[in-house]
């Protein structure tokens, strides 16, 4: 099993529409927490870090669920310049190294 | 990427040559990382620098890769060898220590081996 994993997608949805991206973690990548987004042939940027408590970016909110072991991104009133790749990303023990999900591409429509 | 530079952008090599990949990394951030990228895939981790400590090396392919860094400075990637397999974008990644702190990307190199 991988240590974090991600639906792949592509998520379609029209521009304005709120979206939810579920990302599960393995006990060996269970340190801290980052999403991260990734356009085309471009390199990943930090979208936002994930707080045990929850946290909110304007129309970005991300959850951690330590019991089940996910974290989730949520984001409301799409806009077109929203479509992108984005990566779960978790520390491992040590928080020496970076486990990056494959990502989950986001198409967001007219 | 936040001052983290990479060179070459693009390289194309022949199978069998040896290519070496160069980050300049942002002063004062002793964690560098070197990921893979094939085409369509996810970040695959090869390699971890911090400060003087031994490198983390678990992620690394086979024998033909190899990576340097002195101190805090510049950091290199050789394949020797290559295959087409290798074929990727090879991204470079510093962080200011370990994992508290976000990764910041440099813009990659594209390698091609035909």
């Known amino acids: 099993r991988k240590e974090v994993e991600q639906d792949p997608g592509p998520f379609n949805v029209p521009e304005g529409a709120t979206v939810a991206f579920n990302c599960t973690y393995s006990?060996?990548?269970?340190?801290?927490f980052f999403w991260y987004r990734q356009d085309c042939r471009k390199e990943p940027k930090l979208l936002m870090s994930?707080?045990?408590s929850g946290n909110e970016d304007g129309r970005f909110t991300a959850q951690l669920n330590r019991a089940s072991q996910y974290i989730s991104l949520l984001i409301r009133d799409s806009k077109l310049s929203d479509s992108a790749t984005y990566l779960c990303?978790?520390?491992?023990?040590?928080?020496?190294?970076?486990?990056f999900g494959s990502g989950t591409k986001l198409n967001v429509k007219p | 990427g936040a001052g983290v530079s990479q060179s070459p952008s693009n390289k194309v090599t022949e199978k069998g040559k040896d290519v070496e990949l160069r980050c300049d990394p942002i002063?004062?951030?002793?964690?560098l990382y070197w990921y893979r990228q094939r085409l369509g895939q996810g970040l695959e981790f090869l390699i971890y620098?911090?400060?003087?400590?031994?490198?983390?090396k678990s992620g690394l392919p086979s024998d033909r890769f190899s990576a340097e860094r002195t101190g805090e400075s510049v950091s290199t990637l050789t394949i020797q060898r290559t295959q087409q397999e290798d074929s990727a974008v090879y991204l470079c990644?510093?962080?200011?220590?370990?994992?508290?702190?976000?990764?910041?990307f440099g813009p990659g190199t594209r390698l091609t081996v035909t």
């Open positions: 990303v978790a520390t491992g023990y040590n928080f020496n190294k970076f486990y």
């Open positions: 006990n060996s990548a269970s340190q801290s």
């Open positions: 994930v707080y045990s």
């Open positions: 002063s004062g951030h002793t964690a």
């Open positions: 620098f911090q400060g003087n400590s031994a490198p983390d």
């Open positions: 990644a510093v962080s200011e220590d370990r994992g508290y702190y976000e990764q910041y």
